[in-house]
């Protein structure tokens, strides 16, 4: 019990994940949300209407299953847009920190030493505004892996670099 | 030995394409895919229509289309699959993707196993795929789908060049004889064998059971079906026969037969269970009719956790498990392997297999409660939403369900019990050489893990625990994540720091 009172006082000396500066997600990675929200809408938006063509009956409904799309549209903007507000990541000297989530924030802290393997992915949509998401894989399972969207493609690539070369040298 | 013949032919430092009869593997993988997904649809739309004329000029026409597709697909991932080795970053880089693309970029030095195999299709075409494994629970890392036989070995030798002989240590299987020299550490008596079979695992003896009576019913019904034997006279002698002095037989019987069945289980899985201590080692070995050998080494191992229950600690016994890191983390079954677990031992016996995996008795540190709004979201989930929508329907919808509602109060009581215990033993206990966990209703499991087996943690918080800085903690292990819930939150966080202090100071890898 006395060596926890002991650590209690170090820890408020210690850098603090909760006050690092995140950076946010590249402002071209909505573009890359939108254009997939909208294909989702598109697609739903075709089966509404194959619905409507072939069954008489769902035609009296029409206006209400207009504004139940309608209200489903505006919702996924609305949550993708906050959700992109609140995701932000960090390189720090010797850990990678990513915050996500609309009704739960979450911060996960993979420290370089046990980092598995990196794998940068480049999207279509992604690709066509120069962004790539890094995918960063340690041994605790999918869980604690880091998928980090919405990165400029010359900055993920300089990160992965950079984490690259921290692996060799904690090794 | 081969390498000795390194010339340009297997020089990996430049990008490289797989052999060219990959796109035949490519193409036979995707098709495969492809008509996994489509033979339902297909043969529904086949069925249906009647005309079936042109509906085989439009499948033939539509088949040969998704074949020109599909093959143009295949020879596009051929085009963009590649891979190649950075010597001098000591680094394994594979490049694919048409549309997406993917740079997976792996350490040498990370690397667990290279495995070469050949399916039959490969084995027609005549190359060999090559898979990458990495430490840790996910499947296969990263794998070359058509290479052939040669550059498959020698890639496999440069990928594992740099320790070999560490590798042929790490085997898991014990050696036999040196189990048999050593006096045991731990051995599992007839007698302490009995007392596990009474005291655990009694769900899935009833679960067997159940699933025999079941089978028995079933095998009944059919066998009076089938000679047209008059069921009525049966279910009469049933329902006359219930009594409640055959009832109580009755669930005396069963009683007896989930006893029985526990510790026959017990007795195959554990007899002659030993522990044995050899050079820095632990081996293990049991089983009745197959016997089970594995080697424990204390670096490798993740997490170890005891569980005990009300009747387990009047008998003085502990239920061990000790997980380690997998290699064969592909394979689920093999990973099992790896996994210990000791049924039964006492507090003295617990705290020697501490000893020698954590080199000391872990002692349990500052305790962190959960927060009240722990035992609130259970009792609305397991409580209220329930006995509000039985007491909704039985009133609305279902008016014969009246005559039940009286139940709604001893469900209350029990599952209130059973809450309380919950919330009670959800405890986390830090130190600075240890995290253990307790939690559990029935049987309380304490969960320790050293921080530095950590890999990666999360602080997660409701955004309506704001106010109550209320929230959650995720630790991420090689052998499964550990979850505390609604704790102090400043104080998660102030944890969250000091862990990841510790790791990044700490010299000591995870295995």
């Excluded at chain 1, 980092?115 to 894989?137: N, P, T, V």
């Excluded at chain 2, 059919?222 to 009594?243: C, H, N, P, V």
């Excluded at chain 2, 329907?393 to 008016?399: D, G």
Aim: charged letters at 20%.
């Amino acid at each position: 019990m006395q060596e926890f009172t002991n650590e209690t006082l170090d820890t408020s000396s210690l850098p603090k994940y909760q006050e690092v500066q995140l950076n946010s997600l590249s402002r071209k990675y909505w573009n890359v949300i939108l254009i997939n929200i909208f294909l989702f809408l598109l697609f739903v938006a075709i089966a509404i209407a194959a619905l409507l063509i072939f069954s008489t009956d769902a035609r009296s409904y029409t206006l209400a299953i207009l504004a139940i799309y309608g209200v489903l549209a505006l919702l996924l903007v609305l949550l993708y847009r906050t959700s992109l507000k609140k995701r932000g990541f960090a390189v720090r000297e010797k850990d990678i920190l990513y915050t996500s989530g609309i009704i739960a924030l979450s911060t996960t802290i993979v420290p370089f030493s046990r980092i598995q393997h990196i794998a940068l992915d480049e999207g279509l949509f992604s690709r066509i505004y120069g962004l790539g998401e890094l995918r960063i894989f340690t041994a605790g399972g999918s869980s604690g892996s880091l998928h980090i969207p919405g990165i400029e493609i010359d900055n993920a690539k300089s990160i992965k670099e950079l984490l690259m070369k921290q692996i060799n040298e904690a090794d | 030995m081969i390498a000795a013949e390194t010339n340009k032919e297997y020089d990996f430092s430049a990008p490289r394409k797989q052999s060219a009869s990959g796109i035949i593997i490519m193409f036979a993988n995707s098709f495969q895919h492809i008509v996994r997904a489509l033979a339902l649809p297909l043969i529904l739309i086949i069925v249906k229509s009647k005309d079936s004329g042109n509906l085989a000029l439009i499948l033939i026409v539509f088949l040969s289309l998704l074949t020109i597709v599909l093959a143009l697909y295949a020879y596009f991932s051929y085009q963009k699959f590649t891979f190649f080795l950075d010597e001098k970053k000591q680094e394994f880089i594979i490049n694919s993707g048409i549309f997406s693309k993917t740079s997976l970029t792996i350490q040498l030095n990370k690397i667990q196993q290279v495995n070469i195999n050949q399916n039959l299709l490969q084995q027609v075409v005549g190359v060999y795929s090559l898979e990458i494994d990495t430490a840790g629970s996910e499947k296969k890392e990263a794998s070359i789908k058509a290479i052939d036989h040669a550059t498959a070995t020698i890639l496999k030798q440069k990928l594992l060049s740099r320790d070999l002989a560490e590798n042929e240590t790490t085997n898991i299987h014990a050696d036999d004889q040196l189990i048999k020299s050593a006096p045991p550490l731990l051995k599992l008596s007839t007698n302490t064998l009995l007392k596990i079979g009474i005291t655990t695992n009694y769900g899935a003896s009833l679960l067997l059971l159940t699933g025999f009576i079941f089978g028995a019913f079933q095998l009944f019904k059919d066998y009076t079906d089938a000679l047209d034997i008059e069921r009525e006279q049966f279910t009469k002698m049933f329902s006359q026969g219930i009594t409640i002095f055959s009832l109580c037989f009755l669930v005396a019987f069963s009683f007896i037969i989930i006893l029985a069945t526990n510790i026959i289980r017990t007795f195959i899985k554990y007899f002659n269970f030993k522990i044995i201590k050899q050079k820095g080692a632990l081996a293990v070995s049991s089983g009745l009719f197959t016997h089970k050998n594995v080697l424990l080494t204390p670096n490798k191992v993740q997490l170890s956790a005891y569980s005990q229950n009300y009747f387990q600690k009047k008998f003085d016994l502990l239920n061990m498990k000790i997980k380690q890191a997998s290699f064969d983390s592909a394979d689920k079954e093999d990973s099992k392997k790896s996994d210990i677990e000791i049924p039964g031992c006492n507090e003295f016996e617990r705290d020697e297999v501490l000893k020698m995996i954590l080199s000391n008795i872990p002692a349990k540190g500052a305790e962190l409660a959960p927060n009240y709004r722990f035992i609130f979201l259970q009792t609305m989930i397991w409580i209220v939403f329930p006995v509000s929508v039985f007491a909704l329907l039985s009133i609305y919808a279902l008016p014969q369900l009246k005559s039940y509602l009286l139940m709604v109060i001893p469900y209350i009581i029990v599952v209130g019990i059973m809450l309380y215990f919950e919330f009670k033993r959800h405890r986390l206990y830090v130190d600075e050489q240890f995290i253990i966990k307790r939690s559990g209703i029935w049987d309380v499991e304490q969960e320790i893990i050293e921080p530095h087996k950590i890999q990666a943690i999360t602080a997660k918080q409701y955004f309506w625990h704001k106010a109550a800085d209320v929230g959650h903690l995720i630790i991420h292990t090689a052998a499964g994540v550990i979850h505390f819930k609604y704790g102090n939150y400043t104080h998660i966080k102030n944890l969250v720091n000091y862990w990841t202090y510790k790791i990044e100071v700490s010299k000591k890898d995870w295995m």
